[in-house]
């Protein structure tokens, strides 16, 4: 794929960003025209947050708007304190925004709910005391999605789809850190949520695994489709994982450019175009200077 295929749209109020020159004559697309005739899914509409610390209320995010639409990868990247995770946890109705809405299916989130999961980073999300299968089918049973029976049939279903079936009944504590998120992934599409979000769920694992888990993590995208808000500070990991990526400026968190990223995955990986695309991602996310982004 040439740099130029790979749409980018500056935002107002930050530097124009310019694709490189290349003789391939394939025209970059505007980022906003791959769903024209779709409507969204998700909606952040200039989405504003803020906590407070004992000294002052810092502004996390400030007038953040960007659509996901069905299906789709949608990843939210930016250097640590960028307001990634902030967003992740007000699209999931943890945190209320001191302005704009964020809508789901056209209605203003304002509270968690069973179409919004996520999945952390940490291993120990796992409730110890319960089974791999009782892990997921927890959720489903808490909230009277499904009856025990079926929770159980739907449970060893998504257990199958990670991979993890044959270790149904064992304990959290007898699996690794990498298997560990896979139950909680696991857990989290049985719930069969209108969005799936993750919050760098991969980041405590070593390179090895990390990079497992990506490429689990795209073979279950291929075969379910489900709609993906993915949170990272890797460049890498990415255009890996994002079919769209949202690029974040340091804090507080505005939005400074939105990138087609789906003809990139891990069969890229050390090609010149996905190198030279890391490299500009790179230089836009931590440019200051005025003007035009080289």
């Known amino acids: 794929m040439s740099l130029a295929a790979t749409a980018w749209r500056a935002v107002p109020g930050h530097a124009p960003v310019r694709p490189a020159p290349t003789p391939s004559p394939v025209p970059a697309t505007p980022a906003q025209g791959l769903h024209a005739d779709t409507?969204?899914?998700l909606q952040v509409d200039g989405v504003s947050l803020e906590y407070r610390t004992p000294e002052r209320v810092v502004r996390a995010t400030h007038r953040v708007s960007f659509d996901v639409h069905q299906a789709e990868r949608f990843v939210l990247l930016g250097p640590s304190g960028c307001g990634k995770s902030t967003l992740l946890k007000a699209v999931a109705g943890f945190i209320p925004p001191v302005e704009g809405a964020i809508r789901l299916d056209g209605r203003t989130?304002?509270?968690?709910g069973p179409d919004r999961i996520v999945v952390f980073q940490e291993f120990d999300q796992l409730p110890p005391w319960k089974t791999v299968?009782?892990?997921?089918?927890?959720?489903?049973?808490?909230?009277?999605?499904?009856?025990?029976?079926?929770a159980a049939e739907r449970a060893l279903h998504y257990l199958d789809k990670v991979g993890l079936a044959q270790f149904a009944d064992v304990h959290p504590h007898q699996l690794s850190g990498?298997?560990?998120?896979?139950?909680?992934i696991a857990r989290a599409l049985a719930m069969q949520?209108?969005?799936?979000?993750?919050?760098?769920p991969f980041a405590a694992l070593d390179a090895l695994t990390r990079r497992r888990m990506q490429e689990e993590l795209l073979a279950l995208w291929d075969e379910v489709r489900f709609t993906l808000l993915f949170v990272t500070h890797s460049i890498e990991e990415a255009l890996?994982?994002?079919?769209?990526?949202?690029?974040?400026?340091?804090?507080?968190?505005?939005?400074?450019?939105?990138?087609?990223?789906h003809a990139y995955g891990l069969e890229s990986l050390g090609g010149d175009d996905f190198q030279a695309t890391a490299q500009r991602i790179h230089r836009?996310?931590?440019?200051?200077?005025e003007g035009v982004v080289q």
């Open 39 to 41: 409507a969204a899914l």
């Open 109 to 112: 989130v304002t509270a968690p």
């Open 133 to 150: 299968k009782q892990n997921v089918m927890f959720p489903l049973l808490a909230s009277r999605t499904l009856g025990r029976k079926e």
């Open 178 to 184: 990498g298997m560990k998120q896979r139950v909680a």
């Open 193 to 200: 949520p209108r969005v799936l979000l993750m919050d760098e």
């Open 240 to 261: 890996v994982v994002g079919s769209r990526i949202a690029l974040l400026s340091p804090h507080p968190g505005r939005m400074r450019a939105e990138i087609n990223s």
């Open 284 to 289: 836009l996310l931590f440019e200051h200077e």
